[in-house]
Every structure is written in C-alpha cells, then in structure tokens.
T-cell receptor
Framework: GDSVTQMEGPVTLSEEAFLTINCTYT??????LFWYVQYPGEGLQLLLK?????DKGSNKGFEATYRKETTSFHLEKGSVQVSDSAVYFC??????????FGTGTRLQVTL | DAGITQSPRHKVTETGTPVTLRCHQT?????MYWYRQDPGHGLRLIHY???????DKGEVSDGYSVSRSKTEDFLLTLESATSSQTSVYFC?????????????FGPGTRLTVT
C-alpha cells in the first residue's frame, strides 16, 4: 500500500536558518504530493502541492519538488522565522482521493 | 478558509458510553472524511463519504460508524467508547473526484475516554 516517510523531529533551528524536512514515499501509479502545516491547537492547512514529476510547489517561502526518480518531496525554506514553528506533514493521494500522511515533523524556531 | 465546523470541540466521556461527533460544511463539497491524529502515527483515515448515504471504510474503522444524510453533515459515532479511542479527530472535505485535489480540514475535536 501507499506510505510516506518523514524525518524524525523535533527540528530546532535559529531564526533565518535554512530548513530542509525530508519526505519519501511509496505508491503505485502517479500520486499527487502535499505538504500540510499544523499550528498549535489548530487543524491542518495545505501549504503546497505538486501533481506530477518535476513540479515545484511553493507558498510562503516554502518549496518542494516532486522527484519521481528518488520518490521524494523534500520541504525547504531559505530563512525560517519564529512564526514557522509548527508541525509539518507530508502526504500523498492515491485512489479515491484518500490522503496518506507521514507521521509529522515538529519544527521549533528560536530567536 | 473553507467553511468547516466540528462539534463538540472537546469532550470527556467514560468507557462504554456512546459518542457522536459532528462535522458540518457550508461548501457543498462532495467528499467528506474523518481522521484521527495520534502521536507517532500522523493522521489516519477512519471513514469517508463520497455522497449522501455513500460511505466507505478507511484504515482504522473498527469501533466507528458514520452517517451522512445531508450533503453538509457527516457524523462519526463511537458505539461504545474505549480508552484506545482517546484522540484528536479531524474532519476534512474535498470537492473533487481527482486525486490531485486537496482536502480542507476542520479545527478538530479532542476526545478523552476515561
């Protein structure tokens, strides 16, 4: 079945540092890939998505590129802020628009 | 923000009691989903609906049932709550058939079973 593997957290960075959160997947066919973000006490919000190989999703300074050859969708940001502190989930859709999530990576950004 | 509300937002209940969680949407979206979120597991799909009275099981459906009698409402019922069902429950909606379209999430319901 479909699966998503994310790097273990928590990730602690200083403000303005470069962020990478690794995500790899296993799926049949050609899934769409997503990054969701969850701020404390809230539901999940879509951060970015990519629907086919080599697509780059971007939003709010975050980027991720759909790499079919390495089955990866790593999240990057050039300069993180304290307000980026949250839990980040990588996910994919397979059949029937059902999302499969990774376990989430907590990011803590300090001044 | 997509118009999704969940009620109640917090609930404490005793083992063996029935519990119903409600998800209400104002977007007229076709698909609705129930997930549970637990540490170390991310979000896992419980049940989903692809139209009024049309539902199907997800990966962790044991102990849960759902109903959808109107487009806007999707109910999740725990017939006899157990401590293993202590979790945060999220509802999500999607308007599209294609797998490339995203889901929008509600604010969650924190359920504690004592």
């Amino acid at each position: 079945g479909d699966s998503v593997t994310q790097m273990e957290g928590p990730v602690t960075l200083s403000e303005e540092a470069f962020l990478t959160i690794n995500c790899t997947y296993t799926a049949t066919g050609y899934p769409s890939l997503f990054w969701y973000v969850q701020y404390p006490g809230e539901g999940l919000q879509l951060l970015l998505k990519a629907t086919k190989a080599d697509d780059k999703g971007s939003n709010k300074g975050f980027e991720a590129t759909y790499r079919k050859e390495t089955t990866s969708f790593h999240l990057e940001k050039g300069s993180v802020q304290v307000s980026d502190s949250a839990v980040y989930f990588c996910a994919l859709t397979g059949t029937a628009s059902k999302l499969t999530f990774g376990t989430g990576t907590r990011l803590q950004v300090t001044l | 923000d997509a118009g999704i509300t969940q009620s109640p937002r917090h609930k404490v209940t005793e083992t063996g009691t029935p519990v119903t969680l409600r998800c209400h949407q104002t977007e007229n979206h076709r698909y609705m989903y129930w997930y549970r979120q637990d540490p170390g597991h991310g979000l896992r799909l419980i049940h989903y609906s692809y139209g009024v009275k049309d539902t199907d099981k997800g990966e962790v459906s044991d102990g849960y049932s759902v109903s959808r009698s109107k487009t806007e409402d999707f109910l999740l019922t725990l017939e006899s709550a157990t401590s293993s069902q202590t979790s945060v429950y999220f509802c999500a909606i999607s308007g599209r058939l294609a797998a490339s379209y995203e889901q929008y999430f509600g604010p969650g319901t924190r359920l504690t079973v004592t």
